[in-house]
T-cell receptor, first 112, second 113 residues
Framework: TQLLEQSPQFLSIQEGENLTVYCNSS?????LQWYRQEPGEGPVLLVT?????EVKKLKRLTFQFGDARKDSSLHITAAQPGDTGLYLC????????????FGTGTRLQVTL | SQTIHQWPATLVQPVGSPLSLECTVE??????LYWYRQAAGRGLQLLFY??????ISSEVPQNLSASRPQDRQFILSSKKLLLSDSGFYLC????????????FGEGSWLTVV
């Protein structure tokens, strides 16, 4: 079974549209991270959320950590072609430091 | 600032040949080190992680092994590669005292033929 489930798996939208990606688990996490990965490169950290209910904004990206620290969401406003990539959430369940687990991934394609 | 570098970037190896992927981290001490494998366009599978020299934990049974001969060096090896070992391999590190946010190397494409 997958510890972190992401949805949707694939998303193809046009420039200017909004979208939300979800990361869900039945486990409680001390923190969750979101990464974006370009083809052939390593994932790059976007944000870390630590507190239940926390909301962080990074330009057009808004990240939220669930109140119970079991889920997170990434919302992109007015998507641009440069947002295209694989989005991964990751976290270590409480009590399992150093064993970061990654979500199943969401592949986003933004077209003109 | 901290940097992580892994090599080679691409590798084409015949079935049954050995493998050695190397990874080094600079600018920090006593990091946690990781090897991940990624299927095409999908999430990452943790293969090995290490919290110190000579301390290796394996997450999945497989044809691969890992070693940490120095504090900031992590090596992924195989004695005899299988076709199923093909994939994108990523080395990563995290601060030893806090652990949860990790930083990735550039990745290594392995094709076993």
């Amino acid at each position: 079974t997958q510890l972190l489930e992401q949805s949707p798996q694939f998303l193809s939208i046009q420039e200017g549209e909004n979208l939300t990606v979800y990361c869900n688990s039945s486990s409680v996490f001390s923190s969750l991270q979101w990464y974006r990965q370009e083809p052939g490169e390593g994932p790059v950290l976007l944000v870390t959320v630590v507190t239940g209910g926390e909301v962080k904004k990074l330009k057009r990206l808004t990240f939220q950590f669930g109140d119970a620290r079991k889920d997170s969401s990434l919302h992109i406003t007015a998507a641009q072609p440069g947002d295209t990539g694989l989005y991964l959430c990751a976290g270590a369940p409480t009590g399992t430091a150093s064993k970061l687990t990654f979500g199943t991934g969401t592949r986003l394609q933004v077209t003109l | 600032s901290q940097t992580i570098h892994q090599w080679p970037a691409t590798l084409v190896q015949p079935v049954g040949s050995p493998l050695s992927l190397e990874c080094t981290v600079e600018g920090t001490s006593n990091p946690n080190l990781y090897w991940y494998r990624q299927a095409a366009g999908r999430g990452l599978q943790l293969l090995f992680y290490s919290v110190g020299i000579g301390q290796i934990s394996s997450e999945v049974p497989q044809n691969l092994s890992a070693s940490r001969p120095q504090d900031r060096q992590f090596i992924l090896s195989s004695k005899k590669l299988l076709l199923s070992d093909s994939g994108f391999y990523l080395c990563a590190w995290s601060p030893g005292n806090s652990g949860n946010t990790i930083y990735f190397g550039e990745g290594s494409w392995l094709t076993v033929v």
